[in-house]
């Protein structure tokens, strides 16, 4: 019996042309497998930041309001004024503050989860972590807006315990920006540290099991004490875990706009000032060119991350 016997009769027709030339040609298998999904890509993604691109480089007319499609940059002077440049800040500064606090929060669960939890445990502290994130966006938000109402869980429980002063100087801080803290700069910080915390934290747990054990008993024989040991040994190898997890800790808020809505001050960020300027007051090159300032900052920040070995721990 002769080979091409044993291998059975060729495929006929058409499919069996196909068949044919991708088993000697498998870059074409290849080809056209990822074409399709390149071609998505490409039109609805990129074309819709190019488009998004374009438009900031145009201007509304101020007595008709109309766009002019013509090249400018007066769209991004306007980014500059007192009023809007305090809008960028605002958003990255509370972007800064939430990633460096869920830095600081996420450490010891995932230090936890990394060394100690084992079996089922481990298994718990997933389920922890995750289960948050199955629930509905808009329902944590909305919970924890009653949580931080004045009538809310939480001015009464410090009521009971006879420490609603604590509150009331909380919330006469300049930098609190609100009379109650479900519409002030704290409670829009609440509310993203725990939304973004688990996008913290599996990161940073993922670096952290990456650590040798051997590491930290040999620094601990040479004579150096836990403090010693954290700083020089476990942070600088945890170090491109919180990088990681911070991507999406800073990205998230830079962007976000719904959580300001909700539960925040009257004070716009970045989202809001979109959503406001394409809808209320229509005008587009401006909104275009406030989502352009998030992008930009990734950009650079990610090409920052990427130094540190940030990628290895996603």
Not at 100 to 126: C, D, I, M, N, T
Not at 244 to 259: H, K, R
Request: a positive charge; aromatic letters at 12%; hydrophobic letters at 55%.
């Amino acid at each position: 019996m002769t080979a091409a016997a044993a291998l059975g009769p060729a495929p006929a027709g058409l499919s069996g042309r196909f068949s044919d030339a991708f088993w000697r040609r498998p870059g074409l298998l290849l080809a056209a497998l990822l074409i399709p999904p390149l071609i998505w890509l490409g039109i609805i993604y990129v074309g819709s930041l190019l488009t998004l691109l374009a438009q900031s480089f145009f201007s509304v007319d101020e007595f008709s309001g109309l766009v002019v499609h013509e090249l400018t940059f007066k769209s991004y002077l306007e980014l500059l004024r007192p009023s809007n440049f305090d809008i960028i800040l605002r958003t990255v500064t509370m972007a800064t503050a939430v990633t460096l606090a869920s830095a600081v929060v996420a450490f010891p669960v995932a230090w936890y989860a990394a060394r100690h939890a084992r079996g089922r445990w481990k298994a718990l502290f997933y389920l922890g972590v995750m289960l948050p994130l199955w629930s509905s966006y808009l329902v944590k938000i909305y919970a924890w807006k009653l949580i931080l109402a004045k009538e809310g869980i939480l001015t009464w429980l410090l009521d009971v315990a006879h420490l609603g002063f604590l509150l009331e100087a909380v919330l006469a801080l300049p930098v609190v920006g609100g009379t109650s803290l479900s519409v002030s700069y704290l409670g829009t910080f609440l509310v993203f540290l725990y939304v973004w915390l688990p996008f913290m934290i599996l990161p940073m747990q993922a670096a952290l099991e990456r650590v040798p054990g051997n590491l930290v008993e040999a620094s601990g024989d040479l004579g150096a004490d836990p403090r010693a040991t954290f700083r020089h040994v476990i942070l600088p190898l945890a170090f491109p875990g919180a990088v990681a997890g911070s991507i999406f800790t800073f990205s998230l808020t830079l962007g976000d706009y719904i959580i300001p809505q909700i539960v925040g001050s009257s004070r716009l960020f970045i989202g809001q000032a979109v959503y406001a300027q394409q809808g209320t007051a229509g005008n587009l090159p401006l909104a275009a060119a406030f989502s352009v300032v998030p992008v930009v900052i990734m950009m650079v920040y990610l090409s920052l991350a990427r130094r540190t070995g940030a990628f290895d721990a996603l």
